[in-house]
């Protein structure tokens, strides 16, 4: 298993601005996801992040606005840039452990004002 | 194109079962996921399938059928506790795709 935490675990911010989201694991992983929850929704891939690699976007993110830094296999960012009111979400990051098991963290809650 | 089709909400009454239903149709497989998630928690694994056949972990079970594209997600002896949204996910070539999530209500 793995332990996950993510900083900050909520945050109102205005728009235009930017915020970055930091996620530690308790333990060593080579894969970490970024997703976005949007209310009722369920789970949307931003990117992957893989330590020594440029993250790789799903379709409908760009690196300008959700930059990722991955320095090593237990930290990750993911910063969400010139904020609007449609990036109000939650935003997880998750690992994969063993192949079979992804973790979550307990995700940031972004309120764009 | 990758699609992962699950029943929005369903209801159930305590001390029943209930079997909560997943299509999928995506390029590669490398397993099939179930997660529970609570209202305003992040969502927490349940179970995985790899091959075809029923895996069983407690009041839990889930079926995989690949051939058809198809598993299924049983809860047994339900609680209120089991109040919560349970996604279903396809671990495709090097990315995890999810389904829209079932809501599920128990009921007293």
């Known amino acids: 298993s793995a332990v996950i935490s993510q900083k900050p675990s909520r945050d109102i911010c205005q728009r235009g601005t930017s915020l970055t989201i930091q996620c530690q694991v308790d333990?060593?992983?080579?894969?970490m996801f970024w997703y976005r929850q949007q209310p009722g929704q369920s789970l949307t891939l931003i990117a992957t992040?893989?330590?020594?690699?440029?993250?790789?976007?799903e379709s409908g993110f760009v690196i300008d606005k959700f930059p990722i830094s991955r320095p090593n296999l237990t930290f990750s960012t993911l910063t969400v840039s010139n904020m609007s009111p449609e990036d109000s979400s939650i935003y997880l990051c998750?690992?994969?452990?063993?192949?079979?098991?992804?973790?979550f963290g307990p995700g940031t809650r972004l309120t764009v004002t | 194109g990758q699609n992962i089709d699950q029943p929005t909400e369903m209801t159930a009454t305590e001390g029943a079962i209930v079997q909560i239903n997943c299509t999928y149709q995506?390029?590669?497989?490398?397993?099939l996921f179930w997660y529970q998630q609570h209202a305003g928690e992040a969502p927490t694994f349940l179970s995985y399938?790899?091959?075809?056949g029923l895996e069983e972990k407690g009041r839990f079970s889930s079926f995989l059928s690949r051939s058809k594209g198809y598993s299924y997600l049983l809860l047994k002896e339900l609680q209120m506790k089991d109040s919560a949204s349970y996604l279903c996910a396809v671990k495709g070539t090097y990315k995890y795709i999810f389904g829209t999530g079932t809501r599920l209500k128990v009921l007293a």
């Open positions: 992040a893989n330590q020594g690699s440029e993250a790789t976007y």
């Open positions: 399938n790899v091959l075809d």
């Open positions: 995506t390029s590669g497989f490398n397993g």
């Open positions: 998750s690992v994969e452990v063993t192949g079979d098991e992804q973790y």
């Open positions: 333990s060593q992983v080579t894969m």
